[in-house]
Every structure is written in C-alpha cells, then in structure tokens.
C-alpha cells in the first residue's frame, strides 16, 4: 500500500472553531489533493499541490485553505467550521498530474463531524 | 448533462453470476478513464485503467466507446469479495479529474 496517512481520524467539532487536517506521505510523490465525499455527491476535488508552496484550487475549494511546506505534508484548514463541511475527507497522492494511466493513491479518510 | 454519470444501484447479483455497469461523460475531450473500487467505510483504490482498445484483467473487463461517450465494466464469475461500491474516474485535456458518485454492488450468496 502507498505510503499515505491522514491524522486526525475522526474529528467533532463546533461550528466556528478552526480544524485542521494533516495528509502525509512517504512516497516522495509530487502531486497531493484533498477531496471531500457525501452522500449523493462523487468525491470532489478541494484544493490540490503541485510542489512545494505551489497549490491551486478545485471545485469545491470556498472556506478550506492548504499549506505545503514540506514535500511530505499537505495540510487542509478549515478557518472556521460549519456544518455543510460535515463530510469524510481524503487525501491523494500522485507521481504526475496528468497520465493517460496515471493512478492515485489514497489516504484512509478522516470523519470530520461539525456540530 | 452531468459530467459523469452512473447508475447508484445497488445491483444485488447471486455469486457467480456476470454483472455489468456503464459510466458515461460528457466532455467529448476526456483523456483518461479509470475504475476504482471502494469498500465501505475505505478508501478508493484504482481497480483498473481503461484503454482505447479494451482491457481484461482477471475476471475484469473495461471497454471505451468514444463515439457514444461511455466506459463499462464487465465483472465474470462475482465473488462474494466482489461487493463494492465501483466508481467511474474521467480526466480531462484541462486536468480535470472527475469522479463518478458510484455504483454500489452487493454479491448474493
């Protein structure tokens, strides 16, 4: 299995309060991505990295921000939780962006809850 | 028309049976396609990709019809192991990745 790991695991948290999420990865591999899931909606792409400090947007990218500091880790920050942000995220992980068999990894998920 | 479309299901298929699915997309331009399999309460992981001209592996086959802007799975002989949610992957010439919101399927023994 890649080498992807995703902390916390399930998280409960206010509306209002900041949460972040940490996405690591031992691969070396320069692409990750946050996506978030629920019912009725396919994964949807949050914020993705390219390299080091460069990330860009995706579909569903309002109030979640993204730091990448080190190779390994990508974090997403929820700056102020709400409810509609209740969902399970996962973090993904590839050697190029764009491959016609390009293949990504995936983290475990973690259970974000927003009270 | 939705970017990527499949049937929710469930398909309740007895155990050795053949069960097929389709996924289609409606940007003609998509470049990639792929079939990921997720259990419940998992993560995806990339059951197989599909090329131009059709691949098998195993008891899985994937097809592209370009022409008619779908992708099928074909899946011989179920297994109970089988039971699945299987979600559709299309990317784009813009680098659009696109997940389908799957097709969840339940083995019968």
């Known amino acids: 299995d890649a080498g992807i790991t995703q902390s916390p695991r399930h998280k409960v948290t206010e509306t209002g309060t900041p949460v972040t999420l940490r996405c690591h990865q031992t691969?070396?591999?320069?692409?990750m991505y946050w996506y978030r899931q629920d019912p009725g909606h396919g994964l949807r792409l949050i914020h993705y990295?390219?390299?080091?400090?460069?990330?860009d947007k995706g579909e569903v990218s309002d109030g979640y921000s993204v730091s990448r500091s080190k190779t390994e880790d990508f974090l997403l920050t929820l700056e102020s939780a709400t409810s509609s942000q209740t969902s399970v995220y996962f973090c993904?992980?590839?050697?190029?962006?764009?491959?016609?068999?390009?293949?990504?990894?995936f983290g475990p998920g973690t259970r974000l809850t927003v009270l | 028309r939705k970017e990527v479309e499949q049937d929710p299901g469930p398909f309740n298929v007895p155990e050795g049976a053949t069960v097929a699915f389709n996924c289609t997309y409606s940007?003609?331009?998509?470049?990639?396609f792929f079939w990921y399999r997720q259990d419940c309460r998992k993560e995806p992981k990339l059951l197989m990709s599909?090329?131009?001209s059709g691949n098998e592996d195993g008891r899985f086959t994937a097809q592209l019809n370009r022409a008619s802007q779908y992708i099928s799975l074909l899946i011989r002989d179920s297994k109970l192991s089988d039971s699945a949610t299987y979600l559709c992957v299309v990317t784009t010439r813009d680098d659009k990745i696109i997940f389908g919101k799957g097709t969840r399927l339940h083995i019968l023994p």
């Open positions: 990295s390219y390299g080091v400090k460069d990330t």
């Open positions: 940007n003609s331009a998509s470049q990639s």
């Open positions: 993904a992980i590839s050697p190029l962006r764009q491959n016609p068999y390009n293949e990504q990894f």
């Open positions: 691969e070396n591999h320069r692409y």
């Open positions: 599909v090329y131009s």
